[in-house]
């Protein structure tokens, strides 16, 4: 995932990462993983993290208010509205877009005055055009994964916007000077993304691209930006990495601003993930608040896949394919023994997606531990009684662990990294050990074999289904930007490319329902039992 340096964070005020807060009326309805009992709280479904509706103040939503959908709506409208230039500027000038049909080849000297327009093609989205958010309309609270805005589930429309090319744009091609960054891990894809943010800018007529280098660190006055074009980043997605490199930390936001001003850039491409992408607001906020006309655009980047309101993002294919070889390995290892136990731990700090779908896509894991689903070791219902059965009905186990799974059987600790994330255990080697002890006791050892694919499955190169996402989020990030917005990010909604206002994504990270039917699906290809 995304990072971002403590400075920058001193910067900024963000919702607490487990509350949703939705503002209605003026007042705030929190949609919380409920841990215990909470005063004036509706539930609306029953599963191991209930998500409840709680009442700020005895309620935040009038619901005898027969308005009250059509006031929701309106209200979700504003808070989904993405920032544009004219917010600013009012009077900012239009210009017919050098992105058309007719122009697949970058703009040519012979248009540096005269825009070309292309009136007959219809490729232009509206920028009235909307994407449905939700497209499941549950008859009860009590279904699979329904997340209810009243008590009854009443169906609410809510729409975002449509990404894609603009027939109008607010930046003279001739006068942007483009930066990008790739901000915290690596992950498959930031190449293919980098590749495609260049070519469309190219497309659009823009001469003076760079790449930021490692991250935020990059607008230090130490490091040289790094000159791109076409012919530079033709190849570069056929490799695994960033071009650009990557870290985590750096200035904090005034002296990041101070460093773009200097520079003379007019649009910022930010790769990374929910850190990341705070940071890239701060960035969007003081740039208003100076009166800069820029752009700062995000495109969400984490292999966790933990980034709010998105089918997916980035790097999470491949991730999840990766991940096969090292479960493959672990199978053919505990297989191939006496009682053999093979113990893979995949990445998943708060989010278990990448162990839940490697699980599902496998078909070898007997175990799958993620961080949202609470489990024992021992005890009559615990991990280790389960193992024993395995073991003595099949003969040989595989157990899928996330990273960020079973943290309370570890040794808390105070040490952060650069991005002020708290350094975990390692869940894996707790979970070699007592799978060792365990069984040593019983007096019928088992063959442990414990396989960390950590770093392996995020260093490669996208695979194709990655390799196409990449590509569209790239161009859209682009067009997104010449068409006068920022503040914003761009991901891929309900199957289709949307922009959404940063705020609205980083407000905590996403996570696995444990009442999801995708999670049910992982259970029954496992067959495990609930480990409580």
């Known amino acids: ?85 004219r917010d600013i500027f009012p009077d900012a000038v239009s210009y017919p877009s050098t992105f058309c049909l007719r122009m697949r080849t970058p703009v040519s000297e012979e248009f540096a005055k005269g825009y070309p327009s292309d009136e007959e093609w219809h490729g232009y989205i509206n920028k009235n055009d909307r994407v449905l958010l939700k497209v499941i309309r549950y008859s009860s609270p009590t279904s699979a994964g329904a997340e209810c805005i009243d008590p009854d589930c009443t169906w609410v429309e809510q729409w975002i916007h449509r990404a894609g090319p603009r027939e109008k744009i607010y930046f003279k091609p001739e006068d942007v000077k483009a930066a990008i960054i790739t901000c915290g891990g690596l992950c498959p894809g930031l190449n293919d993304v980098i590749r495609q943010i260049v070519i469309t800018l190219e497309i659009y007529g823009v001469k003076k691209i760079v790449g930021i280098p490692f991250g ?28 650009l490199g990557v870290s985590r930390g750096g200035p904090n936001v005034s002296e990041i601003v101070d460093s773009m001003q200097e520079r003379g850039i007019n649009m910022l491409f930010v790769l990374g993930g929910n850190g990341t992408h705070a940071g890239a607001n701060a960035i969007h906020n003081e740039l208003r608040k100076r009166g800069s006309k820029v752009a700062v655009v995000g495109v969400p980047k984490t292999i966790d896949n933990d980034i709010l309101l998105m089918d997916k993002t980035f790097g999470f294919d491949t991730a999840v394919e990766e991940a096969q070889r090292a479960i493959n390995s672990a199978y053919i ?60 009905t099949k003969g040989s186990a595989v157990i899928c662990v996330a990273e960020g799974a079973g943290q309370n059987f570890l040794e808390k600790t105070n040490a952060k990294d650069a991005s002020g994330n708290t350094i975990f255990g390692d869940i894996g080697v707790h979970i070699q050990q007592e799978i060792k002890k365990y ?12 396989i960390d694919p950590t770093y392996m499955i995020r260093a490669c190169r996208a695979n194709a289904s990655d390799g196409i996402l990449c590509t569209v989020l790239g161009q859209n990030a682009v067009h997104g930007a010449f068409a006068g917005y920022s503040g914003i990010t761009v991901g891929i909604c309900n199957t289709h490319y949307v922009y959404l206002p940063i705020p609205e994504v980083i407000s905590y990270p996403r996570t696995v329902d444990p009442n999801s039917r995708m999670w049910h699906r992982c259970l029954t290809s496992t067959g495990q039992p609930d480990f409580i």
């Not at 997605?237 to 960033?242: D, I, M, R, T, V």
């Open 1 to 85: 995932m995304g990072s971002l340096s403590p400075a920058i964070i001193s910067n900024l005020i963000l919702p607490a990462k487990t509350v949703d807060r939705t503002s209605f009326n003026g007042i705030s309805a929190s949609v919380f993983p409920c841990a215990g009992d909470r005063p004036n709280v509706i539930q609306l479904s029953k599963r191991s993290s209930r998500r409840c509706v709680a009442h700020a103040e005895k309620s935040a939503i009038d619901f005898s208010d027969p308005e009250w959908k059509s006031k929701f709506e309106d209200d979700f409208e504003k808070r989904f509205n993405i920032p544009h230039m």
């Open 439 to 450: 069984f040593k006791e019983l007096g019928d050892p088992a063959d442990v074999k414990y």
């Open 333 to 392: 290892e505990a297989h191939s023994a006496y009682r053999g136990v093979g113990v893979v731990k995949l990445m998943g700090r708060s989010s278990g997606f990448i162990a839940m779908q490697a699980a599902l896509a496998s078909g070898q894991i007997d175990i799958c531990l993620i961080p949202e689903v609470p489990f024992e070791l021992h005890g009559p219902h615990g991990v280790l009684k389960h193992l024993n059965y395995l073991l003595e």
């Open 216 to 243: 935020y660190r990059g607008f230090g006055k130490e490091l040289a930006e790094i000159p791109l074009s076409r012919k530079v980043v033709q190849n570069v997605h056929l490799s695994g990495g960033s071009l």
